[in-house]
């Protein structure tokens, strides 16, 4: 089992920056590649950036890719999503996950734990 939480959301105006993290527990953190996704009401839960075990393999969505980074610190347990210039469509709740491989790294399948989400803002 892996235990994960998310922290670090709020409300940000549109152009400002926030951080969140997610700190797992439990099984070896750096066996898992980790992704975070959205989900705006009313919609579908979808991906937005993932990194694999040692950092150096990143994916991100077209919507995000240039304004959010995706990091992690093996040391700490912790991965990171930076968020650069958000828009008011980056509105959702943020969910951090860890996925044992790289099949289908996108896809919330792929993905075996969950954390239970923060909630991101972004004013206009």
């Known amino acids: 089992q892996v235990q994960l939480v998310e922290s670090g959301g709020g409300t940000v105006q549109a152009g400002g920056s926030l951080r969140l993290s997610c700190a797992a527990s439990?099984?070896?953190?750096?066996?898992?590649?980790m992704g975070w996704f959205r989900q705006a009401p009313g919609k579908a839960r979808e991906f937005v950036a993932a990194v694999a075990w040692g950092g150096r393999g990143t994916w991100y969505a077209d919507s995000v890719k240039g304004r959010f980074t995706i990091s992690r610190d093996n040391a700490k347990n912790t991965v990171y999503l930076q968020m650069n210039s958000p828009k008011p469509e980056d509105t959702a709740v943020y969910y951090c996950a860890a996925d044992p491989d790289l099949v289908g790294v996108t896809s919330t399948d792929a993905y075996d734990y969950w954390g239970q989400g923060t909630q991101v803002t972004v004013s206009s």
């Open positions: 439990g099984r070896t953190f750096s066996n898992y590649v």
